[in-house]
């Protein structure tokens, strides 16, 4: 049955915004908001209007959010893809004896791709299912019908998704684009109407491998200008396509199923952060920063020293689908054996090509602003792979919580200890319940746990364990509550930008509520949080989404936790390392405060017995 999302009441979710935001500004500004905010809500009031409006909307269409929601979170944001908005999934690091075997590997990798791809064209995928909150309910399974069949095409103002036909005709037949020396091929992927097999696929990449390796051939690394800002890209694209033998390129990348980039090796330590960094950026213009083409949807990446894993470009689908895809292909690599049988077709596959660029002085200044930007990016990008190995969600679901919302807490924790205030936080949250549902939004800075906090920090000599306990019960239980809230649907960010969006379409003069300077606080998510579990040994990766803020992925293991910590080097604000030394400060105060609390717990059960025996016996 088809759900469609629900619409909060206005008084709700105007309530939640109030409260969310009390702790967060000033005591004069929250006074002002109150009143803005009130007189929005008031019967007759402008809010009344937009809310009226956007029930209409919600009655005549799949998800009345969606187009607002994914204009405002993506198409519209004209920062550079790398780092600041598509994540990386970091594969285990492959031990590969030589440049054959790493090709085997991308073979392998691609067969597994394509298996995939194919469950997706057949609908034989199996449907997910929540877990966690809510567990068990089933989930719009749309996201993955994108997965290699969408492209971001940059434009000046906004971007705009291209969708290339799924089922490929006969004769335009399936292509995968291999990256290789900042070099671009085309690799069909179907051949005489037969897809091609493993066998098939490597000698192609050997063919590729060749031809990328004759200098005199190359040509500008052009996969440079989409690591740059929309709007440089966009008036770049406006360049090349004056030239039919680029647009004609430009064509076939936007087409392809996937790229795939098959990457020089480096001579960095394969530390997790190093390999974090190589998949979100390359490593900048001197690494294999141009390797890439950050507008497609799903990159596949090979390193020939074993740094492998995907980047996803974000604007058509969510973490889950990159972890799932994922985690198959994981298990493919491991469970199915290479299929390297001899076929007979290998002799008359027609030989890979190499897209053909034309360029001119213009265009060449153009990419070297590009990659100057680039280089820019790479060394502002302070980034922290840190496992916390001293406990996992075991702990945590011993002590009756959830390892989501504990680790919130402690994220919480962290920032008020290196900053001495908490600050509108995110946390994305699945409303994949909903018909073409993708994510609202969980406020983490909760007024309960800026008390929990403040009785680790500022309040601590004052307060005993079980006040510390129960104030950090009161937080957990304030997480757990609004992930609830968000992932039913009855979050506020969602709803203010729907309301938002409804007076712009409206033409109304832009109501105060978002001009207001609380409003635009609320908005600032220094600091930016995901939880991205995997069941396969890998982990998530991400940028910080301001430029004063930290990005935070986390995957809760059994026995331990892997956190990757983002920041920006050009903020005096924010450091990494400093950061994951209070994340790990925290989270082993909480443990040793839930030890305490447990010990006292266990010695005031047995108290109580002997207190009993006592008086009982006493008249006697």
């Known amino acids: ?248 390129s430009l064509a076939l990348m936007e087409s392809c199923v996937c790229v795939v980039c098959l990457d020089e090796p480096t001579k960095l330590e394969p530390s997790d952060t190093n390999r974090a960094l190589l998949l979100l950026h390359g490593g900048g213009r001197d690494m294999n920063g141009g390797n890439r083409w950050y507008d497609k949807s799903m990159q596949y990446v090979v390193g020939m020293d074993g740094v492998c894993g995907v980047l996803c470009e974000h604007s058509p689908f969510e973490g889950i689908v990159m972890v799932q895809s994922s985690e198959y292909l994981l298990k493919y690599m491991t469970r199915s054996p290479s299929k390297m049988a001899r076929s007979l077709s290998v002799t008359d596959l027609s030989p890979p090509r190499r897209l053909p660029w034309k360029s001119n002085p213009h265009i060449q200044a153009l990419l070297s602003g590009s990659s100057d930007r680039l280089q820019r990016l790479v060394a502002n990008l302070d980034m922290d792979g840190y496992n916390f190995k001293f406990y996992g969600k075991e702990f945590i679901k011993k002590q009756r919580m959830s390892p989501d919302a504990y680790i919130q807490v402690a994220l919480q924790l962290a920032f008020y200890r290196c900053n001495g205030r908490l600050v509108s936080t995110y946390e994305s949250a699945s409303i994949r319940r909903f018909q073409e549902g993708r994510v609202d939004n969980i406020r983490s800075a909760t007024p309960e746990a800026l008390a929990f906090v403040k009785s680790m920090t500022d309040e601590k000599p004052a307060l005993s364990d079980s006040e510390r306990m129960k104030r950090l019960r009161d937080a957990i239980k304030a997480q757990t509550d609004y992930t609830i809230a968000a992932i039913t649907g009855m979050a506020i960010d969602n709803h203010l930008l729907g309301l938002r969006e409804m007076a712009k379409e409206l033409k109304m003069e832009q109501p105060d509520i978002f001009s207001d300077e609380t409003y635009r606080a609320s908005n600032q998510f220094i600091l930016s949080t995901s939880q991205v579990s995997t069941v396969m040994e890998m982990f998530c990766c991400y940028g910080p989404v301001v430029p004063n803020g930290y990005g935070a992925c986390y995957n809760p293991q059994a026995n331990h936790i892997v956190f990757c910590v983002s920041s920006f080097r050009e903020s005096t604000e924010t450091c990494s390392a400093v950061f994951t030394k209070a994340l790990e400060q925290g989270l082993l105060e909480i443990r040793d405060l839930c030890h305490r609390s447990g010990a006292a717990a266990a010695a005031a059960r047995r108290k109580p017995r002997n207190y009993f025996y006592h008086r009982v016996k006493t008249p006697m």
């Not at 097999?197 to 491998?209: A, G, H, T």
């Not at 008036?235 to 004056?242: G, M, N, S, V, W």
């Open 1 to 248: 049955s088809v759900i469609h999302v629900p619409l909060p009441p206005l008084k709700q979710t105007l309530d939640m915004y109030l409260k969310s935001m009390e702790h967060l500004v000033g005591k004069e500004q929250f006074s002002k908001t109150k009143t803005i905010v009130e007189k929005f809500g008031a019967r007759g009031g402008a809010g009344e209007t937009l809310q009226k409006k956007l029930l209409e909307r919600r009655e005549m269409t799949t998800n009345w959010i969606y187009d607002y929601w994914l204009q405002d979170m993506y198409l519209t944001n004209r920062v550079a893809l790398p780092v600041n908005s598509n994540p990386a999934m970091v594969f285990p690091k492959q031990a590969f004896r030589d440049r054959k075997d790493a090709l085997r590997f991308a073979a392998h990798l691609v067969t597994g791709v394509l298996e995939y791809k194919s469950l997706i064209d057949t609908q034989a995928l199996a449907v997910d299912y929540a877990r966690g909150q809510l567990a068990g309910t089933p989930l719009c399974m749309r996201q993955y019908s994108r997965m290699f069949t969408y492209y971001r095409r940059p434009g000046h103002t906004a971007d705009t998704q291209i969708e290339s036909p799924a089922a490929a005709a006969a004769s335009e037949p399936e292509h995968i684009i291999v990256a290789c020396k900042n070099q671009f091929f085309v690799l069909d992927i179907v051949s005489n109407l037969k897809r091609l097999n493993e066998m098939d696929i490597l000698s192609q990449l050997e063919k590729i491998v060749s031809m990328a390796e004759r200098s005199q051939d190359s040509l500008p690394p052009f996969g440079l200008f989409t690591s740059d800002g929309r709007k440089e890209w966009a008036q770049a694209r406006d360049e090349l396509i004056k030239d039919p033998t680029n647009r004609a």
